[in-house]
């Protein structure tokens, strides 16, 4: 399979860092817009309906379609290249955002209507997130970046989102209302999406879109791409180890942000700011931690960062909301868990792409979102439901103990040996085919 040259400034010679920049520009964005959705949209819930179970329903509405379509998608960026996909789906995603506000102020978003919204939303941003996340690897090749750089950068982007979203989403609900929160939110997809479709050079993803015709000399159609990818995964145990465990956690950890803290925060009085200062206490953390991983995780054995990782980001979060105790003890704590979680997607990223050969990442990484993030619609709406049903001190002892439960009996599994290169530590990693 023949790739394009690495970009090269033609006046300098050296890489140009622009495919790079402009990926992790695009992500920046897109993600900061969405973080700043996750505290709007649920207190728009909260406060209009005072329901934790209308609160889970939307999350279930968004993040439902969001999984179905990003698997499905995942032949198409194959197919058409992701940068397309990007750019697409994210002004979508804007048209879609911009229309809850517009239809709130003139008085007609019923309940039903913005579970539609959120649908499409969500529909919109799977895609969008697919395709930003495949083009990485290529991107990291074009500027000269080493992969678990590359990845360690993009996790740096996700935890300043996380850090910046809620933060600004905290404040301008608070001081605006969320409505404001969701404008926002709008024209971060908006930017995002001239990002992709001005700054990225119109090469990008062509190596990703290359795929060998079939024994006929036709190129293969969607379905049988799509069942490629389900064959490849069937033969990679540590992805599907990994797959498994992160979709158990991911459900866990969309319960706590899509409910759990905003019930939290109303119980408590601290209201909608303390959903922010909570989310960027531990972005912030998170981004220190990721910035250690992306400049030494490939000197670090993968499996104990791994591990380690998980034991500081899961149960803590939910046993100190648990036990009521003051602010400045649940900030800590959050802190503590942003600086595990840090490490965690820049060393699981590096493993994703180095076991997958380049013309499947699209379908492959679709997959393997789809499935992590299977749980996550069910999150909000299962917390929802047992919150109103057994209050929120119990839930919130339960997750934990499945999120220790979960992660600790993961990295049991034999599988895990292959986390590491083989070459064990420092091993520079092996490019995907």
Do not use: Q
Request: hydrophobic share 50%; charged share 15%.
């Amino acid at each position: 399979m023949t790739t394009e040259a690495p970009d090269v400034d033609e006046i300098s010679g050296r890489r140009s860092l622009r495919p790079l920049g402009g990926v992790l520009t695009a992500m920046a964005v897109s993600l900061t817009g969405t973080r700043i959705s996750v505290v709007a949209l649920p207190w728009f819930v909260l406060v209009t309906t005072g329901s934790a179970t209308l609160t889970g329903v939307v999350a279930f509405c968004e993040m439902t379609p969001y999984v179905v379509v990003k698997a499905l998608t995942g032949p198409l960026v194959d197919r058409i290249g992701p940068r397309a996909v990007s750019w697409t789906t994210d002004l979508a995603s804007a048209t879609a955002a911009a229309t809850v506000p517009l239809l709130h102020a003139l008085h007609l978003l019923s309940f039903p209507l913005l579970l539609v919204l959120v649908a499409l939303i969500g529909a919109a941003r799977g895609p969008g997130d697919l395709a930003k996340e495949v083009m990485v690897p290529e991107a990291a090749e074009r500027s000269g970046v080493p992969l678990e750089r590359a990845t360690g950068l993009s996790g740096v982007i996700e935890r300043l989102a996380s850090t910046v979203g809620p933060a600004a989403g905290g404040s301008l609900v608070a001081l605006l209302g969320p409505m404001a929160g969701l404008t926002i939110n709008a024209g971060c997809f908006a930017l995002g999406s001239m990002v992709i479709a001005l700054a990225l050079p119109r090469g990008m993803g062509r190596g990703t879109a290359e795929d060998p015709s079939g024994d006929d000399g036709k190129e293969p159609g969607y379905w049988h791409r799509f069942g490629e990818g389900f064959t490849f995964l069937r033969g990679e145990p540590l992805l599907l180890t990994l797959i498994v465990m992160v979709g158990i956690t991911n459900l866990l950890d969309a319960a706590i942000s899509t409910v759990l803290v905003p019930v939290w925060a109303k119980e408590s009085g601290n209201g909608p700011t303390v959903i922010g200062l909570t989310s960027s206490a531990m972005g912030a953390a998170a981004v220190a931690g990721s910035l250690i991983a992306a400049m030494a995780a490939h000197r670090l054995r993968r499996r104990t960062v791994v591990l380690v990782g998980f034991l500081l980001a899961g149960a803590p979060r939910f046993l100190v909301l648990a036990l009521d105790a003051p602010l400045g003890v649940v900030l800590a704590v959050f802190a503590v868990s942003g600086f595990g979680a840090g490490f965690i997607n820049p060393v699981l990223g590096a493993v994703l792409f180095e076991r997958v050969p380049r013309r499947m990442r699209g379908r492959v990484n679709a997959l393997g979102d789809s499935l992590s993030w299977a749980g996550i619609p069910l999150g909000g709406l299962l917390a929802g439901a047992a919150v109103t049903a057994v209050g929120l001190a119990p839930v919130l002892l339960v997750c934990g103990t499945a999120y220790f439960l979960t992660t600790n009996l993961a990295g049991l599994r034999p599988e895990w040996r292959e986390m590491d290169p083989p070459g064990g530590r420092g091993a520079p990693p092996s490019p995907g085919a």
